[in-house]
């Protein structure tokens, strides 16, 4: 038996256009990802955790925004920025992490609804699992690290349920 390369030629697209995009190619790394941890990270959950941290971007930005722009009190800066952040969230995974499960029309209303329940559940856990580690250890990181990853683990199991309904 003999082991060689055969060459394949593409022949040129008649019709359509190729529904190989730069989403296909981030789902085909998340992939890989998902095999070398055995299957213990999903694709849709890595994905989740991207949208998650370009919120935390977005959230800051906001939050800055509304105290130095806007002039506003930091409570009312936070529940903004907040707002706005779990908004692009609920968008960007619609587009993005469900696109096989996208809502549109009035099931995309009553999702964003269903994300924001589910997302101020998650932040109220994540302030409580940060506050009682930080109380116990006082190392404020670990603590933060620990209440982020729980609320994206609990907005992720929560939204696949009652927002996108995987099953």
């Known amino acids: 038996m003999r082991i060689a390369e055969e060459p394949f030629v593409f022949g040129a697209r008649e019709h359509g256009e190729s529904k190989l995009d730069a989403q296909v190619a981030l789902d085909f790394l998340g992939l890989l990802f998902a095999k070398m941890t055995g299957g213990a990270v999903s694709t849709r959950f890595l994905s989740f955790l991207l949208v998650g941290a370009s919120g935390v971007v977005v959230h800051l930005v906001v939050l800055r925004t509304a105290l130095l722009l806007l002039g506003q009190g930091f409570a009312v800066a936070q529940g903004l920025a907040t707002l706005v952040a779990m908004t692009t969230n609920f968008v ?70 009652f927002v996108w309904r995987v099953k």
């Open 92 to 161: 960007l995974n619609n587009a993005l992490t469900y696109r096989d499960k996208r809502l549109t029309g009035f099931a995309m209303v009553k999702g964003l609804f269903g994300f924001y329940a589910v997302s101020a559940v998650g932040a109220l856990g994540n302030i409580g699992i940060a506050s009682w580690l930080y109380a116990h250890d006082q190392m404020w990181w670990v603590a933060g690290i620990a209440g982020a990853l729980m609320s994206a683990v609990w907005n992720y199991a929560l939204s696949n349920i």
